[in-house]
């Protein structure tokens, strides 16, 4: 039906009349709801009197027990004085049906009507209450034993007037339930209204008319059918006491029916009228619309297709009708802007809006299109070009001198490329150059113009900067054969630029992929390694000068379940860029910790296990895993006793100490305040300073094996050992040789005072259970 215009008439005529409908229905229902709100409002105001006057009656007549309990007449409750004294008084009070003063144990002989004997009302809860907790208290609706109706009482404990403290009895008020029924009448409620009057047990004592039949409403403060047909709007108010138990509830239902009826009427008459003036103005709008519109419109549809489609659209003849005229015109000026607006899109979806040259996607469709229209034998060589460090410019200098620079590496690129097919900014800091009929030497030549332009100073912001690039270079068909082949290979040669040591250019090759990609795989062993049990730790023994074993050091080693041994110096690199040293340093610690008590045992309390350190761990050190590290280094234990000397000591390089910040300082600190001993490893190959040994306060100074190596070959070696040694000395700080290989080396490095000796003249790096049965044999002479 909507596919045609005449079925879409009668949809649209639906939607607009619809609306008129849902107006009208809210209007009755917005009606109804102010009359049944209006009735509810006087629910509550009769509830509302009732509650007040209740209280008012609460009032009062504790007003009224005060007075009487201070007088001196019913301070004996037995007494014919009291007896007098009440009788005398009762009938002066209209709106209290009978008054009393029973005794403390709730006997009640002093009464305003005549008992025919004293009447029991000891289980009389108010009574008790007022009584044991010497205050006003107030009953729920119960029979009045005196008089056998239903009332509300009241009572006041009677103090004596020879000792305040003392209770000789109480002050009780009845008030019967006769005001309730007149406070009823006198309201002007709607017929079939209903009220009950519930005692504290919830049981109707009272209703109106005086025999309503007590309908439990299901639900209060809106409209619902009562059990007798009539629809009515109950609400209910609780009076409660001291407890926040209720003694009275006026329950109120007002009855409804007439008064919605009257607006079900009126309404119905409103509907009916307007459903007589919808259908015949629906008549009217279809002779207009199919006589004015269809057939005019038809023409423009026909029109619009062809727009659509992108078709070429003749001058139209007039359709009769001025405003389809003009939208025919308009179709027509729509078709020709359509064509320029494509036009300007596609320049600028490949254009960079920052520096003007094209972008990622420009240089992607231009690529793809020179590779379609190659052959094998044609080159094409592309450059890609990343800024060093160009985050440092944006952090310090603003976003906006940024911008400035990436403008200015545009406009050299154009100058130093002039024959480049396409330059393009990828984003951020990254360019790329499409060259064609060019060789690698070509490719270097140019790649190293470009890289000597950016480094020229330039000025951005009133300020002069100096920026360097990586380069990458990558050939077709050599380096790969599609889009995405030539864009990997020549990000890896950037990469292996920036790698290099920074401004710099490099030719993808082969061998570079395969490293990065034996790189990567060997990233991802590492995640599972730990879990997987592959590493284990070995350990090489450190000779002190009288030939006893006095420390180890643990080294690491990862067996890989298909590529065999794995040496630290081949995995240890690519464990810090990634990340994972840290986790794989907690792991060296821990299984040292827990080799150093069986070492103790064979070997003495003293013995200590090194453990190297790695940069990141170290400047983690103030961080989570700084306080993990700190934990693992703590004092170790075995056979629940406390070691004076902590058992492991603490390796890093010279290379950390001599770029080192505060925060490595901090962490330094930290160790020495645990009782931590620190090593400084490799000394020597630096070139550092011995002040950085005075201000860290070094334990022990391992002299690199590259020297120890070359005693007895080269004087300068020799030189440098002895001075080294003989200035460690006088700053109070221990030696280690590492790399002993000959007997001549150890007996010139205890000739120099060297403390202790490392390398495989004693033994290699020997497993735990090898480490448990060492023997040291060989002889040294001091």
Same mark, same amino acid.
Request: overall charge negative; glycine content about 6%.
């Given at each position: 039906?909507?596919?045609?215009?005449?079925?879409?008439?009668?949809?649209?005529?639906?939607?607009?009349?619809?609306?008129?409908?849902?107006?009208?229905?809210?209007?009755?229902?917005?009606?109804?709801?102010?009359?049944?709100?209006?009735?509810?409002?006087?629910?509550?105001?009769?509830?509302?009197?009732?509650?007040?006057?209740?209280?008012?009656?609460?009032?009062?007549?504790?007003?009224?027990?005060?007075?009487?309990?201070?007088?001196?007449?019913?301070?004996?409750?037995?007494?014919?004085?009291?007896?007098?004294?009440?009788?005398?008084?009762?009938?002066?009070?209209?709106?209290?049906?009978?008054?009393?003063? +029973?005794?403390?144990?709730?006997?009640?002989?002093?009464?305003?009507?005549?008992?025919?004997?004293?009447?029991?009302?000891?289980?009389?809860?108010?009574?008790?209450?007022?009584?044991?907790?010497?205050?006003?208290?107030?009953?729920?609706?119960?029979?009045?034993?005196?008089?056998?109706?239903?009332?509300?009482?009241?009572?006041?404990?009677?103090?004596?007037?020879?000792?305040?403290?003392?209770?000789?009895?109480?002050?009780?008020?009845?008030?019967?339930?006769?005001?309730?029924?007149?406070?009823?009448?006198?309201?002007?409620?709607?017929?079939?209204?209903?009220?009950?009057?519930?005692?504290?047990?919830?049981?109707?004592?009272?209703?109106?008319?005086?025999?309503?039949?007590?309908?439990?409403?299901?639900?209060?403060?809106?409209?619902?059918?009562?059990?007798?047909?009539?629809?009515?709007?109950?609400?209910?108010?609780?009076?409660?006491?001291?407890?926040?138990?209720?003694?009275?509830?006026?329950?109120?239902?007002?009855?409804?029916?007439? +008064?919605?009826?009257?607006?079900?009427?009126?309404?119905?008459?409103?509907?009916?009228?307007?459903?007589?003036?919808?259908?015949?103005?629906?008549?009217?709008?279809?002779?207009?619309?199919?006589?004015?519109?269809?057939?005019?419109?038809?023409?423009?549809?026909?029109?619009?297709?062809?727009?659509?489609?992108?078709?070429?659209?003749?001058?139209?003849?007039?359709?009769?009708?001025?405003?389809?005229?003009?939208?025919?015109?308009?179709?027509?000026?729509?078709?020709?802007?359509?064509?320029?607006?494509?036009?300007?899109?596609?320049?600028?979806?490949?254009?960079?809006?920052?520096?003007?040259?094209?972008?990622?996607?420009?240089?992607?469709?231009?690529?793809?299109?020179?590779?379609?229209?190659?052959?094998?034998?044609?080159?094409?060589?592309?450059?890609?070009?990343?800024?060093?460090?160009?985050?440092? %410019?944006?952090?310090?200098?603003?976003?906006?001198?940024?911008?400035?620079?990436?403008?200015?590496?545009?406009?050299?690129?154009?100058?130093?490329?002039?024959?480049?097919?396409?330059?393009?900014?990828?984003?951020?800091?990254?360019?790329?150059?499409?060259?064609?009929?060019?060789?690698?030497?070509?490719?270097?030549?140019?790649?190293?113009?470009?890289?000597?332009?950016?480094?020229? +100073?330039?000025?951005?912001?009133?300020?002069?900067?100096?920026?360097?690039?990586?380069?990458?270079?990558?050939?077709?068909?050599?380096?790969?054969?599609?889009?995405?082949?030539?864009?990997?290979?020549?990000?890896?040669?950037?990469?292996?630029?920036?790698?290099?040591?920074?401004?710099?250019?490099?030719?993808?090759?082969?061998?570079?992929?395969?490293?990065?990609?034996?790189?990567?795989?060997?990233?991802?062993?590492?995640?599972?390694?730990?879990?997987?049990?592959?590493?284990?730790?070995?350990?090489?023994?450190?000779?002190?000068?009288?030939?006893? %074993?006095?420390?180890?050091?643990?080294?690491?080693?990862?067996?890989?379940?298909?590529?065999?041994?794995?040496?630290?110096?081949?995995?240890?690199?690519?464990?810090?860029?990634?990340?994972?040293?840290?986790?794989?340093?907690?792991?060296?610690?821990?299984?040292?910790?827990?080799?150093?008590? +069986?070492?103790?045992?064979?070997?003495?309390?003293?013995?200590?296990?090194?453990?190297?350190?790695?940069?990141?761990?170290?400047?983690?050190?103030?961080?989570?895993?700084?306080?993990?590290?700190?934990?693992?280094?703590?004092?170790?234990?075995?056979?629940?006793?406390?070691?004076?000397?902590?058992?492991?000591?603490?390796?890093?390089?010279?290379?950390?100490?001599?770029?080192?910040?505060?925060?490595?300082?901090?962490?330094?600190?930290?160790?020495?305040?645990?009782?931590?001993?620190?090593?400084?490893?490799?000394?020597?190959?630096?070139?550092?300073?011995?002040?950085?040994?005075?201000?860290?306060?070094?334990?022990?100074?391992?002299?690199?094996?590259?020297?120890?190596?070359?005693?007895?070959?080269?004087?300068?070696?020799?030189?440098?050992?002895?001075?080294?040694?003989?200035?460690?000395?006088?700053?109070?700080?221990?030696?280690?040789?590492?790399?002993?290989?000959?007997?001549?080396?150890?007996?010139?490095?205890?000739?120099?005072?060297?403390?202790?000796?490392?390398?495989?003249?004693?033994?290699?790096?020997?497993?735990?259970?090898?480490?448990?049965?060492?023997?040291?044999?060989?002889?040294?002479?001091?």
């Amino acid at each position: 039906m909507l596919k045609t215009l005449k079925g879409r008439l009668y949809f649209l005529s639906i939607l607009i009349v619809v609306p008129f409908y849902f107006f009208i229905y809210l209007s009755f229902d917005y009606s109804r709801t102010m009359v049944e709100n209006e009735l509810l409002k006087s629910a509550l105001i009769v509830s509302n009197q009732a509650v007040e006057n209740h209280k008012r009656l609460m009032t009062s007549t504790e007003r009224f027990l005060v007075l009487l309990a201070a007088f001196p007449q019913v301070q004996k409750p037995h007494s014919e004085t009291c007896q007098r004294f009440i009788s005398e008084i009762a009938p002066l009070y209209e709106r209290y049906v009978n008054i009393g003063i +029973p005794d403390t144990a709730g006997m009640l002989t002093c009464n305003g009507t005549s008992l025919a004997s004293p009447l029991d009302l000891s289980d009389r809860l108010y009574i008790r209450d007022a009584v044991m907790q010497d205050r006003f208290t107030s009953s729920g609706v119960h029979t009045d034993r005196t008089l056998g109706i239903s009332t509300v009482n009241f009572a006041y404990p009677v103090h004596s007037l020879t000792d305040p403290k003392e209770i000789v009895g109480a002050a009780v008020a009845a008030i019967s339930l006769d005001w309730w029924s007149v406070l009823l009448n006198s309201n002007e409620l709607p017929e079939n209204t209903v009220s009950y009057l519930l005692d504290n047990y919830g049981n109707p004592v009272a209703s109106y008319p005086e025999k309503a039949m007590f309908d439990i409403p299901k639900r209060f403060n809106m409209v619902i059918r009562s059990h007798d047909g009539v629809h009515r709007v109950f609400v209910q108010h609780q009076i409660k006491g001291w407890d926040g138990q209720p003694l009275l509830t006026f329950m109120t239902g007002i009855a409804v029916d007439e +008064p919605l009826s009257t607006i079900d009427k009126r309404y119905t008459l409103i509907a009916t009228s307007f459903s007589m003036l919808v259908v015949l103005i629906l008549i009217l709008l279809r002779l207009f619309f199919l006589n004015s519109i269809s057939r005019p419109l038809n023409r423009l549809t026909d029109l619009a297709m062809k727009l659509g489609q992108n078709k070429y659209i003749h001058a139209a003849l007039p359709t009769g009708v001025k405003e389809m005229d003009d939208l025919q015109d308009s179709f027509l000026d729509m078709a020709e802007r359509k064509t320029q607006a494509e036009k300007k899109i596609v320049r600028q979806a490949q254009t960079d809006s920052l520096t003007g040259i094209s972008n990622r996607d420009a240089f992607n469709q231009k690529l793809s299109e020179r590779l379609i229209a190659q052959s094998a034998s044609d080159q094409i060589a592309i450059i890609l070009l990343g800024l060093d460090n160009f985050k440092e %410019v944006n952090d310090t200098r603003g976003h906006e001198t940024g911008d400035e620079v990436l403008k200015t590496i545009a406009s050299r690129l154009i100058a130093c490329a002039p024959s480049a097919k396409i330059i393009s900014r990828l984003g951020g800091d990254e360019f790329m150059l499409l060259l064609e009929d060019c060789n690698e030497e070509e490719m270097v030549a140019l790649s190293e113009q470009i890289r000597q332009s950016i480094k020229e +100073p330039l000025m951005a912001s009133h300020c002069e900067i100096v920026v360097t690039a990586s380069i990458g270079i990558a050939l077709y068909p050599e380096d790969g054969m599609t889009v995405r082949e030539l864009m990997v290979a020549v990000d890896q040669a950037m990469y292996f630029a920036k790698q290099s040591g920074r401004d710099a250019a490099r030719r993808f090759s082969w061998e570079l992929k395969e490293a990065l990609t034996k790189k990567i795989e060997l990233i991802q062993d590492l995640r599972q390694a730990i879990v997987n049990q592959e590493f284990h730790l070995l350990y090489q023994p450190i000779i002190n000068q009288h030939g006893d %074993v006095t420390k180890f050091e643990a080294l690491i080693r990862w067996q890989h379940p298909d590529k065999g041994l794995i040496p630290p110096d081949h995995f240890i690199q690519f464990a810090e860029e990634s990340g994972q040293i840290v986790e794989i340093g907690h792991w060296v610690i821990q299984e040292a910790k827990r080799a150093l008590a +069986p070492i103790r045992e064979v070997y003495g309390e003293e013995i200590q296990i090194s453990v190297n350190v790695s940069p990141i761990q170290l400047s983690k050190q103030q961080g989570e895993d700084g306080r993990l590290l700190a934990e693992l280094l703590s004092k170790t234990t075995g056979n629940g006793k406390i070691h004076s000397q902590n058992g492991l000591v603490v390796e890093i390089t010279e290379h950390l100490l001599m770029n080192s910040d505060e925060s490595t300082r901090r962490a330094l600190l930290a160790f020495r305040e645990e009782g931590i001993q620190v090593a400084l490893d490799d000394f020597g190959t630096g070139y550092s300073s011995l002040a950085y040994i005075m201000n860290y306060d070094i334990d022990y100074l391992k002299i690199d094996r590259e020297f120890v190596q070359k005693l007895g070959e080269e004087s300068t070696s020799e030189t440098l050992c002895e001075a080294i040694i003989s200035m460690a000395h006088a700053l109070g700080v221990a030696v280690i040789a590492e790399g002993v290989e000959t007997q001549q080396q150890a007996d010139l490095l205890l000739g120099y005072g060297c403390d202790y000796l490392q390398g495989y003249y004693f033994s290699r790096p020997i497993p735990l259970d090898q480490v448990l049965v060492y023997q040291q044999d060989k002889i040294l002479s001091v």
